[in-house]
């Protein structure tokens, strides 16, 4: 039955990628050049246990110094090549079954390796993508070892994409005969006052032969309530994939929407002879999506202007590598803001945010990066369209963004092509392709189902009236600059105005965005750029871009009260600046007010400053003398009170505070505590204008990053120590799931110490258990049966590979034959420190009579040139379990032949292993 389990742990990583040896003689290309040809890292018995160990999500880059001579676009961040490895033992269990591996993001591109053979290339460091392992399996009780290079030497984005494998690893066990990853397409659709649910089952045959099956579907309720049930029988072909199409109707469902996200499961279940082989299940949603070209967007039938925010996914210190929890924790703070819509920028995302936006009602704009129609091209198209079709929060998919052939004939017909492909997978969505120029000329426009129009809201009305069909949207609107409690304009250190003012050139304050879409209808709503801030399209000093609604760790921003006043019913009133202002009493400053209300009524040490009707648009500013005190607005709707905030001159003394962040209970790989570090006056009052230096020490859990919103910050994100900026400041860790009591202490230079303790247990996910490796030498050579005894000294001609025959060394090599056999190996010693390790073959298992023989392979020489040709000769004559032979003077990655001749006289001679020991020296 299927199994499915995490890789998430126990992996092995080599940060830098060394130029591959060249190969030498008939013998090691001809090797090189057949199924089980990975050479170096990429090879089975390459030795690892000098790597750095480490856990997935995984983002190197983020852990780097940063340089002002490398790229804004990426961060200053270096980026080099990569290497990870992972071992596994295959289990008795695994006996008939399919065993696959399945990663969902390795950035950016990525070559994979099983047991030296390669198994995947994949050219997009964001799409999810499965290789089937089956066939090259060891035998039982031996081991498998995945090994995955990392290559940056390209890049897909202008922003931060970090590097690694920095997404979820799975191993997925099936019957021979199972639903494909991804193989179920549940599409409700609603006819007739009635839905019918169609099912796509896509069912692979790893059998490889005809046979018939009955498969199952069962729809059930979030409480597992059985609704409908069908069973039918299937003819499988004896293709390796085949697709079976049924339909099941439903009367009164509840409808998903982003109020009440409700979903229903579907169970498929697949039978042979009766027995259930195996079990698939695919949650979906009801609900019915309306495109308006003049009436704007309606969900179920009801009028829904779309609320939305862009957004790459990197985070804080983090970088790319998101646990779970940070995702869900990022959507219950967009959602608090009245976003309801969501747009991938400019990438699939990781699978999990695609289950929350689903569990949590939050719209998804699903967007693939490449714009073009190569045979690569479309197939990363359809990893996302097929992984990504069956989530009801996915409402629109968008093929492309701002792409420079965007007005030309050449467009156009990627266009048409793309969306006729994405057709052919959903026929449910419509189509876009976000644009920033080309928008009259009915190219990509007229091909796109809605026209995707970047910040250039004055094409509006024009656009509208030259295509009346078609829908449209803003995919990206605003692009404005601004820091989280900066009143003072700083821009040489990268700090900008907190209020809404600043703006690119090509953009608009996201008041005016707002206010040009929410004023049509035809327009059915917008994506702010962005959410929250991220790595990259930065200009030194600063590392982030930049004006979104929360800062790089989270942290709510001015804006974030903005939008929630543009956005939300909810009763509120927000005043910026605070009001620790380095002013002189008297000096002229700008008050802002964000609100729901109609009206504002302003106080300045309780001394009004006057009741003003609210612009619903542009909210209301105030020119007022500064006066240290007390700042305090009230907002009225409907002449009553709703909502007041104050703001006071803070003083000392000030404290450290600590508050650990829900971010749920998921899992013990990923079981994540996020830490928010604040400053506090004595009344426990925020304190948003200090700063200050904190160290800090762990017990129980161990640093995945921090971060504190300052887009100007060059400290480490994975150092023990961090400035407070502003108030604030972000630690995340990973919990030990052995621990059972964890604790935080922080340290300020100005503000004292503070602790945080607690408990947490665990709801653990199974994880593919590691296994220590016995660096076992397998492959090697052996002779014909000579009946008359070998002469060691004379060289081995490694070019024959006729003679020869390759084996895998094992005590069922060995016949019971009288006569003389030789076997050898020609490899390279492992990659060792040898500064710190020493080196020793260790035989295990021998009987009866070996010769035993090391030597350097002259034949590599001078790659690497040995000082001398070194030689080392044992005989052994009586059985031992295991005999050590120190390689005193062989030096790491040397060339060397190891050989051994087993004579058979009077009994059989074999050797069970030959095996790699380091030890420390």
Known sequence: ????????????????????????????????????????????????????????????????????????????????????????????????????????????????????????????????FEIDITDILKPVGDVNVIAVKVDVSEFEGWWYEGAGINKNVWLLKTNKVAISTWGTYVNPVFKENEWNIEIESRITNRDFKSQEIEIEHILVDKDKKIIKSQR?????????????????????????????????????????????IDTYETETGFRTLLFDADKGFFLNGEFLKIKGVCGHFDHGGLGSALPEQILELRIKKLKSMGCNAFRCGHTPPAPEFLNLCDKYGLLVMDESRWFETSRDGLSQLKNMIIRDRNHPSVFIWSVGNEEPVQSTSVGENIAIHLKK?????????????????????SKVSKASDVVGVNYNYRCYDELHKLLPNHPICSPEVGATSN????????????????????????????????????????????????????????????????????????????????????????????????????????????????TTGDEVELFINNESLGRRNNDKYNQLEWQVNYIPGEIKAIAYKNNKIIATEIKKTQKGPFKLDIQKDDTGNLSSDQSVAVFTVSIKDIDGNFASHLCDEMSFSLSGMVLLGTGNGDCSDHDSNTAHSRKIFNGLCQIVT????????????????????????????????????????????????????????????????????????????????????????????????????????????????????????????????????????????????????????????????????????????????????????????
């Open 1 to 128: 039955m299927r199994e499915i389990l995490r890789i998430n742990r126990d992996w092995k990583f080599f940060k830098g990628d060394p130029e591959p040896q060249p190969i030498y003689g008939h013998q090691a290309v001809y090797m090189a050049s057949k199924t089980e040809r990975g050479q170096g890292f990429a090879s089975r018995d390459f030795y690892d246990a000098d790597w750095e160990n480490i856990t997935i999500p995984h983002d190197y880059v983020i852990q780097e110094d940063y340089d002002k001579t490398l790229h804004g676009c990426h961060g200053y961040l270096p980026r080099n090549n990569s290497w990870y490895r992972r071992s596994f033992k295959t289990l008795e269990e695994y006996k008939n079954m399919r065993i696959t591996i399945i990663f969902d993001g390795i950035l950016t591109h990525s070559t994979v390796w099983v047991n030296g053979h390669l198994m995947e290339r994949n050219f997009c460091g964001y799409t999810s």
């Open 232 to 276: 039918e029988k299937f003819n499988l072909s004896d293709q390796n994939e085949d697709v079976h199409f049924s339909t099941m109707k439903f009367k009164d469902p509840i409808l998903w929407s982003i109020d009440n996200p409700y979903l229903y499961t579907v169970i498929s279940r697949i039978y042979s002879d009766g027995i259930e």
């Open 421 to 441: 492909f994405v057709k052919s997978f959903d026929k449910t969505r419509p189509v876009t392709v976000a644009l920033n120029g080309g928008f009259f000329d």
């Open 483 to 594: 820091t989280r409690s900066i009143y003072k304009n700083d821009p040489e250190n990268g700090h900008f105005l907190a209020y809404d003012e600043i703006a690119a050139s090509f953009g608009s304050t996201h008041r005016k965005a707002w206010m040009e879409v929410d004023k049509r209808d035809f327009v059915f709503g917008l994506f702010v750029w962005t959410g929250f801030e991220y790595r990259g399209e930065s200009t030194w000093p600063k590392l982030f871009a930049g004006g979104g609604a929360f800062d790089s760790s989270g942290f709510e921003k001015d804006n974030y009260y903005l939008f929630k006043a543009l956005w939300t019913d909810e009763p509120m009133v927000h005043i910026l600046p605070h009001w620790n202002l380095e002013l002189n009493p008297g000096e002229e400053v700008k008050v802002v007010t964000y």
């Open 734 to 921: 990973q919990l030990d799931p052995e621990a059972k009591n964890y604790s935080i202490s922080i340290k300020t230079k100005k503000y004292g110490e503070k602790s945080y303790n607690f408990e947490k247990k665990f709801k653990s996910y199974k994880e593919l258990e590691s296994t220590s490796r016995e660096w076992t030498i397998n492959q090697w050579w052996k002779s014909p049966l000579y009946f008359e005894s070998i002469d060691l000294t004379k060289e081995i001609n490694i070019h024959d590979v006729n003679t020869w025959e390759p084996i895998t060394l094992n005590e069922n090599s060995f016949k019971d034959e009288k006569g003389f056999r030789q076997y050898y190996v020609s490899t390279k010693m492992p990659n060792f420190n040898d500064n710190l390790n020493k080196a020793s073959l260790v035989i295990t298992g021998v009987k009866g009579h070996i010769i035993f023989k090391i030597e350097h392979n002259k034949n590599y020489w001078p790659l690497p040139e040995p000082k001398e040709f070194l030689t080392i000769n044992r005989e052994i004559d009586s059985d031992n379990e295991e005999i050590i032979i120190p390689l005193q003077n062989f030096k790491k990655d040397e060339a060397v032949i190891i050989n051994f001749i087993s004579v058979n006289t009077n009994k059989k001679s074999s050797i069970k292993s030959v095996n790699w020991l380091i030890e420390k020296k």
